[in-house]
């Protein structure tokens, strides 16, 4: 709707025209003579609007008094927003013209402080949906406890086809809690019902997911850089003590444990538990690097009855040596899946990192550690062993920095390591120097050298699609994927539902060695 007022019949500032939200007004501005405007706005008020001015200029004030206290726009032609939260009642807009003009203003929108906030958004989960009605009408929340108790945390419910509704749950909170693990691949923080002691969480997630978290209940804020404050997570974050599947099971404390959700889909991981098979052997070799300057001892897993003369021997090597005798129980999972027949006897090298400094300057693209592990232990270990090398028979494994580590080191070396497991590889690293807008230093290599006899498996986590600034987990693996089928190589990959996790991993190592090398008929 639009009114028009001739010129001069709102030209006092005692007499300013009302304008309503959703309407527009019509004035005739002279030179000699603005135009004042109410907007009936309160304290508090947000409000918004629009000044067409045509082809003429027209400058838009807001006055209190008859003094001008705010500006929105010098001459302006054409159309011109103008906004404002009004911090006391009288004011009133002044529209002013060089010359004379015809001016529509529109009042788009006066919302009082009692309609402004962020709409209720719908609870997804109808649990606490049903929870918060009950709030509402006075009850308490011991019973959703007794429930929560009952069922065990976080609640799951049915979701659109191949989904499921999960909501994470903690009790009791000061100032809230975050979820470290949280399926968005950050700290998520979570949200208080009401006024209750009942903090949550809900997402929508594959019906394949499977996770590890820990809740981190009134984290620290304080004064500090972005990192620091970040971190600060870990002062609080522990296992959550209303789930039923702690991980590792056995644990110091509930700081040194997680917590852990797989869902009815999520994909089996059958060779993680005790099965009665014959168990390996593990001996130690001290591997002296006289090209990294230092020294660490290795551990070498050799299967039941080995036989180095075996032509069908696999030899892995495996980085984060000790994590992977531990969150990933290798031994464990060679003796299953030797006993089973579904690879072949398998030697492994367990490479641990000497200190996380030594781990972030070998691991990424480091190529006198790939000259080392190629010309210095790979001999040794082939002593130690009496195997007769075949870089056919021969792999690199690992997650993140570990699985970049797996790509770089056979690229450069493929005579000696001719297959690759990487697990959440880290591609979206670059080295020092390069051009930034080149996201995946690996990919480019691949596709800017000969092709190598080297196989590759790749996985990575559909939760990995954050890069915190930075080209994605997720979207660096599935890069590096096309590049290679392009470029020629023998590539598998496989996605997850999860995220950065030793959890996801230890399913994801056997694939890995499934895929590469699994005997007749257990190959995918």
Do not use: C
Not at 18 to 27: C, I, T
Not at 391 to 402: E, I, K, N, R
């Amino acid at each position: 709707m639009t009114t028009a007022f001739p010129q001069g019949s709102v030209a006092g500032e005692a007499s300013p025209l009302r304008l309503n939200p959703g309407a527009s007004v019509e004035v005739n501005v002279a030179a000699t003579a603005p135009v004042h405007l109410d907007a009936g706005a309160r304290p508090g008020d947000y409000v918004a609007g629009v000044v067409d001015a045509g082809s003429s200029a027209a400058t838009l004030e807001l006055l209190k008094d008859g003094k001008p206290v705010r500006r929105f726009f010098l001459e302006a032609a054409g159309r011109s927003d103008f906004r404002y939260v009004a911090d006391q009642g009288g004011a009133v807009l002044r529209v002013s013209t060089k010359g004379a003009a015809h001016v529509i203003v529109r009042l788009e929108k006066r919302i009082g402080v009692s309609e402004q906030g962020a709409p209720k958004a719908k609870l997804a989960s109808p649990i606490m949906a049903d929870l918060a009605a009950k709030l509402a009408a006075g009850e308490r929340t011991d019973a959703f406890w007794r429930m929560v108790a009952e069922k065990g945390a976080p609640l799951v419910e049915p979701g659109p086809a191949g989904k499921a509704t999960v909501t994470f749950l903690a009790r009791g909170a000061k100032h809230g809690v975050r979820i470290l693990g949280a399926p968005s691949s950050d700290h998520d923080p979570m949200e208080r019902l009401a006024d209750s002691d009942v903090w949550f969480k809900t997402y929508l997630l594959p019906s394949s997911t499977r996770l590890s978290y820990k809740l981190a209940p009134d984290v620290p804020d304080f004064p500090g850089t972005e990192r620091e404050r970040r971190v600060a997570i870990l002062a609080t974050a522990q296992a959550d003590p209303l789930n039923r599947t702690p991980w590792p099971v056995e644990a110091s404390d509930a700081y040194n444990q997680s917590s852990t959700v797989s869902l009815p889909d999520a994909p089996a991981q059958p060779w993680i538990a005790p099965a009665g098979a014959h168990s390996g052997t593990l001996s130690s070799l001290t591997f002296a690097s006289e090209k990294l300057g230092n020294a660490r001892d290795v551990t070498i897993y050799t299967p039941p009855d080995f036989n180095p003369a075996d032509p069908d021997t696999v030899l892995l090597f495996v980085f984060d040596g000790r994590e992977y005798q531990s969150k990933v129980p290798t031994p464990l999972i060679l003796d299953n899946m030797i006993a089973a027949r579904v690879i072949p006897p398998t030697v492994a090298v367990f490479i641990p990192n000497i200190d996380g400094d030594a781990r972030a300057t070998e691991l990424p693209g480091n190529a006198t550690f790939a000259d080392a592990l190629a010309e210095e232990l790979l001999p040794k270990v082939l002593a130690a062993t009496s195997l007769r090398h075949s870089p056919a028979h021969t792999a690199l494994a690992g997650s993140s920095f570990g699985g970049l580590a797996s790509s770089t080191i056979a690229l450069r070396h493929p005579e000696a390591f001719g297959n690759v497991i990487s697990l959440s590889g880290s591609y979206w690293w670059h080295p020092e120097g390069t051009e930034p807008a080149r996201d995946n230093h690996v990919a480019t290599l691949v596709a800017s050298t000969p092709r190598r006899d080297l196989r590759f498996f790749l996985s990575a986590g559909l939760f990995e699609s954050r890069g915190g600034g930075r080209p994605s987990i997720l979207e660096t693996n599935r890069h590096l994927r096309d590049v290679l089928e392009a470029k020629g190589y023998a590539v598998i990959a496989r996605e997850y539902a999860g995220g950065h996790d030793y959890l996801v991993w230890r399913g994801a190592l056997s694939d890995g060695l499934l895929a590469l090398f699994g005997t007749k008929g257990n190959r995918p």
